[in-house]
C-alpha cells in the first residue's frame, strides 16, 4: 500500500501539457455514424442546409469523419486555463471505505461556475457564434448546467443568449436559473407558450413538466426566425463529444503519466457529451486495436434510451423541425417521469455513441434513481464534494463495480467520470431523505406505444 501512496490524490498536468487539440473518435470508427438526414427529404444534410441552424464552422465540425485532430483556437485555449486543467482525483477515502482492492479514480469537471463538463463545449460554440458575427444564440437546457455554461461564455463574448429550460428543472432549481440571469441570459420554462410549437406541445400534453426534447424545438423555432441568431446544443451532436474530448485527452495525459492503465471506463449518459468526450481517446485506441478497455455508459432507468430504446431514425426534437438522427431512442415525444437527473432525461443518444454501442465497443446499464442517491451521498460523505445527480450514475455503477472487486479479490482499475456538483439539486437530496423520491419505470407497453410512432425512413 506503501507504494501506491506515491500516487498523489489529485493528479494534475502542467499548463504546458495541456491538449492543444481536440481528437475526433469518428475519425477511427470503422463504421462512422449515419448522417442526419433532411426531415422533409429524408436524403443527407448539406452543409448548406445545417447552416441555416448552426454556426458555419460548427456545420464542418459537425460534418467531419476524416480529420483525426481538429485545432483548438488559441482564444478558446486562453479560456479554457481559468478553469483547466481539470484535476484526476484518485479515491483513496472511498477505496478504503469500500474495502476494495480496486483502484478507483475520478475526473472532476465542476471547477467552474456552471459546475459541470458543459463549459468546454459551450465556450468553442460562442467563440464560433462571433467569429461568424452573429447577434446571439439560442439553446435548450435541462438541469441547468448547459444552460448556465452557455450563459457564462456568452456573457464573456457580449453575445444574447436565450435559454428555454425544461419545465420541471426551471420550478426544482430556480438558483440555477438565477446564475444564467446573473450572466444576462432570458430563461423561459418549456413548452411555453411563446412558440408555435410550445403552444401546440401543451395543447397536446396539458400540464406538462417538459423534456429536452421540447425545449429543443422551441429554441430552434427562435434561432430560425430572428436573424441574427444561431441554435447550440449542449450534447448529442458529433461537435459536442469533439470538443469534450478535452476530458478524456486530460484523463489520459494525467494517467499516463504515472503508467497507469485502466480496466473499466465509466460514465453518465443522457445525450452523451461527458461520456463522448471521457472515453474518446480510450475508445480511439480500442478501435486502432492498440489497447482494450471495459467501458460503461450509465443512464437512468425512467429514460433508458440505450438499454430499453430502438436502433433507428427519429427526430432530434418533440416538434419533429429538426434533422433526423440514427441513434438509439425512445421517441422523440416520450417525455419521461420528473426525475431529478435533468441533464439524463433527453429521448435518444449521440450518433456516435449509438453506433459504438451497436458495434459492441461499450456497454451499457440503467439504474433507479434512489440508488443513485444512495451512492451520491455515500460519496459525498467520504470525498467531500456533493456530486450531481446526473454524476451519480457514474459513481453508483463505480461502487458496484468496486463491490465487485471486493468479492472476487481482484485489483481492478476504475475511472469515471464525475461530471460536476450538486449545489443546486437541493431539491432532490430532500426528497430523498425525506422518502419522497420514487423509482417510476416506463413499462415495456409504454415503450412500445412510443417506438410505432417512429419516421419510417428507407
Sequence with gaps: MAEEKKIPYKIYLEESEM??????VRADMKNKPAPLLNPGTHQPMTAE???????????AQELDNENQYIDIPQEIRDFYKMYRPAPLVRAYCLEEKLQTPAKIYYKFEGNNTSGSHKLNSAIAQAYY??????KGVTTETGAGQWGTALSMACSYLDLDCKVFMVKVSYEQKPFRREVMRVYGASVTPSPSMETEIGKKINAEHPGTTGSLGCAISEAVEVAVKNPGY???LGSVLNQVLLHQSIIGLETKAALDKYDIKPDIIIGCA????????????FM???????????????EPASCPSFTRGKYAYDFCDTGMVCPLAKMYTLGSDFIPSANHAGGLRYHGM??????????????????EQTKVFEAAEQFARVEGILPAPESSHAIRVAIDEALKCKETGEEKTIVFGLTGTGYFDMVAYEKFHDGKMDDYIPTDEELAEYAAKLPKVD
Design 19 to 24: 491538449p492543444q487539440k481536440w481528437y475526433n
Design 270 to 281: 443522457g445525450g452523451g457529451s461527458n461520456l463522448g468526450g471521457l472515453i474518446a481517446p
Design 129 to 134: 457564434a462571433k467569429k461568424q458575427g452573429l
Design 49 to 59: 442546409e445545417l447552416g441555416g441552424v448552426f454556426c458555419e464552422d460548427l456545420v
Design 350 to 367: 449521440s450518433p456516435v455513441l449509438s453506433q459504438l454501442y451497436d458495434d459492441g465497443l461499450m456497454e451499457a446499464v440503467s439504474v
Design 230 to 232: 444561431r441554435y447550440v
Design 284 to 298: 480511439g485506441e480500442k478501435l486502432r486495436g492498440e489497447a482494450d478497455y471495459r467501458i460503461i455508459a450509465v
